[in-house]
T-cell receptor
Framework: AQSVSQHNHHVILSEAASLELGCNYS??????LFWYVQYPGQHLQLLLK??????LVKGIKGFEAEFIKSKFSFNLRKPSVQWSDTAEYFC???????????FGQGTTLQVKP | NAGVTQTPKFQVLKTGQSMTLQCAQD?????MYWYRQDPGMGLRLIYY???????DKGEVPNGYNVSRLNKREFSLRLESAAPSQTSVYFC??????????FGSGTRLTVV
């Protein structure tokens, strides 16, 4: 079965620290990849997406992600986190020609001021 | 504002009661989805509608039914609520294969 795995369930960082959240998926064909963010009490918002082309994707608020096809990975990075980045982050994969998103379990990021 | 609107935002049901969660989008998207979000489990797809007039089961359809009333509206019905259905429910829409836009969610508690 297709699945998405996020390595870290809960990450605590101090402001200005660098962030990397891991995401791996199990599907051998063409995929579209997404990172969504959910701020406390809010709905999910698109952070960035990869459909094709340059595997290094830049999103909003200084986030970026790198698609490494050989590793089935799409890790999220930010060089310097802020307190306002405290949120839950979801990796999602859309396999092949399906319209359905498969989500990872989510990673809660807590940034201490 | 363009987007996905869900009602109600909060609901408490007694076991065995029924209710319908409403979802409407004004972005002229063809596809709509219902997910539930539970701690530590991410979002799981309940049902989806690839286009008006079609609906299909997702990962966790048991205990739910859906209706794609028209292109804008996609409702989720719990016929006989159970405590295991306590969750946050999100509706989303997209063009088939495109990015999703999510609604603000319905927090449902079944006692």
């Amino acid at each position: 079965a297709q699945s998405v795995s996020q390595h870290n369930h809960h990450v605590i960082l101090s402001e200005a620290a660098s962030l990397e959240l891991g995401c791996n998926y199990s599907y051998g064909g063409t995929v579209n990849l997404f990172w969504y963010v959910q701020y406390p009490g809010q709905h999910l918002q698109l952070l960035l997406k990869y459909f094709s082309g340059d595997p290094l994707v830049k999103g909003i608020k200084g986030f970026e992600a790198e698609f490494i096809k050989s590793k089935f990975s799409f890790n999220l990075r930010k060089p310097s986190v802020q307190w306002s980045d405290t949120a839950e982050y979801f990796c999602a994969v859309k396999p092949g020609n399906t319209g359905k998103l498969i989500f990872g379990q989510g990673t809660t990021l807590q940034v201490k001021p | 504002n363009a987007g996905v609107t869900q009602t109600p935002k909060f609901q408490v049901l007694k076991t065995g009661q029924s209710m319908t969660l409403q979802c409407a989008q004004d972005m002229n998207h063809n596809s709509m989805y219902w997910y539930r979000q539970d701690p530590g489990m991410g979002l799981r797809l309940i049902y989806y509608s690839a286009s008006e007039g079609t609906t299909d089961k997702g990962e966790v359809p048991n205990g739910y039914n859906v209706s794609r009333l028209n292109k804008r509206e996609f409702s989720l019905r719990l016929e006989s609520a159970a405590p295991s259905q306590t969750s946050v429910y999100f509706c989303a829409s997209s063009e088939w294969g495109g990015s999703y836009t999510f609604g603000s969610g319905t927090r449902l508690t079944v006692v």
